[in-house]
Every structure is written in C-alpha cells, then in structure tokens.
C-alpha cells in the first residue's frame, strides 16, 4: 500500500529565510510521482512542484525546489526566501504506476512565515 | 484560459437532503477527479472519470454517494441523504493526459464546501 507522511503538523519561519518541510513515502510501485501543493486560508489548491520517480536531476521551480532522496524514500520541499504570502498548509501527495491524477496526500504542514 | 470550475462555492443542507456538487474542467481536458477534505485532514481521492465512465470509484463510499461525467456538460458528485459527517470541501481536479504520457499535470478547482445542518 502507499502512504505519505508528513510528520511536522506546524512550522514557523522568519520571512527571506529557507525553509524545508518534510515528506516521507512509502510504495512498492517502480514508478511514481511526487507533488508538493499549498492551500492557502482561501482554500484553493494550488500545484507548486512535481518530481518523477526516474527524473535525474531535482525538481525546481522558482523559490521552490524538491529534494529528492531515494533510497531514504523522502521528497522534501525547500523554500528559499521565504515570503509572508507562502503562509499557508502544504500538502506532500504521490501518484503511483497507474500514472493518473488519483493522488493520494499526506496530513500536510503548516506554515507560518514571520515578519 | 479558464481553470477547473466548480459550484457551488458553498452548500448548506439539512440533513435527508441531497447535495448535487458541479465540475467543468478546464477546456481540452477529458480526465476528472473527485477528491474530499474533512477539517484538519489532507485531500481522499474519491472517484475517477473520463467521459461517460467511471474510471477508479474506489475511494467512494458505497452507498448513497454518486458521480458521473456525461457526454455534455459538467461532471456531477451527488450525495443522498446527507449527514452530518459529509460535511468537508470537495475538490475536482482534471488532467489533459493519463496513462504513459501523463506528467503529473493536474489541476484543481477551489472546492465546494458543503456543511450539512
């Protein structure tokens, strides 16, 4: 079975810092996707990082990058220079072989980012 | 280029009633996933649709939930007799592509938050 967890319920960070929130996953599946999303207090779904199981390289997009760890079975996301508009909950979610949108998601984090 | 489009925004319903929940995906996509939040918890894949089938429905309750994707028009989650406990957002999302050439591009609506009296 997959599972994801995100074992930090709450983070606080200091606005133009770094700062990582973590995602673990388990799957027996060959290949997989990893996603990052972010929720923010309006609610809406917001896709902001996506790593493929076989990709060589880590995923990055703007101040967000992956860091992809395999054999530790660990995708956590980095954000550099934090802002105070990325507070909000962020969701970790893999896909696995049938290569669909059916994701499944962790607990998710929030974030907290201080002036 | 409209996103995933969903309504309502809000739903109040008393509980025995039924919820009717609406999907447009975006233009050009053909896949369309439903996916519930309760308070406190991450997304639950529900139900899995490409036109007139029904895909994946494993993460659906068996009884009084439905979802279908016809031919024309949006995609409809309908809840029977609502209780208290279907109160939660529910995301549709939809993707252009599936299968080997799927890159992980899925795409969310804002949610329908149903809250049930």
């Known amino acids: 079975a997959q599972k994801i967890t995100q074992t930090q319920p709450g983070m606080f960070v200091q606005e133009k810092e770094a700062v990582t929130l973590d995602c673990t996953y388990d799957t027996s599946d060959p290949s997989y996707g990893l996603f990052w999303y972010k929720q923010p207090s309006s609610g809406e779904m917001i896709f902001l990082i996506y790593?493929?199981?076989?990709?060589?390289q880590n995923a990055t997009e703007g101040r967000y990058s992956l860091n992809f760890q395999k054999a530790r079975k660990s995708a956590n996301l980095v954000i550099s220079a934090s802002q105070l508009g990325d507070s909000a909950m962020y969701f970790c979610a893999m896909r696995g072989s049938s290569n669909t949108g059916k994701l499944i998601f962790g607990q998710g984090t929030t974030l907290q980012v201080k002036p | 280029n409209a996103g995933v489009m969903q309504n309502p925004r809000h739903l109040v319903r008393r509980r025995g009633q039924e919820a009717r929940l609406r999907c447009s995906p975006m233009?050009?996509?053909?896949?369309v996933y439903w996916y519930r939040q309760l308070p406190e918890e991450g997304l639950k894949f529900m139900v899995y649709?490409?036109?007139?089938?029904?895909?994946?429905e494993s993460g659906m309750p068996k009884e009084r939930f439905s979802a279908e994707f016809p031919k024309e028009g949006p995609s409809i989650l309908r809840i029977q007799q609502v209780v208290r406990g279907d109160s939660a957002a529910y995301f549709c999302a939809s993707s252009q592509l599936a299968g080997e050439t799927y890159t992980g591009e899925l795409f969310f609506g804002e949610g329908s938050r149903l809250t049930v009296l």
């Open positions: 790593q493929g199981s076989y990709d060589q």
């Open positions: 233009k050009g996509h053909s896949h």
């Open positions: 649709l490409q036109k007139e089938n029904i895909i994946d």
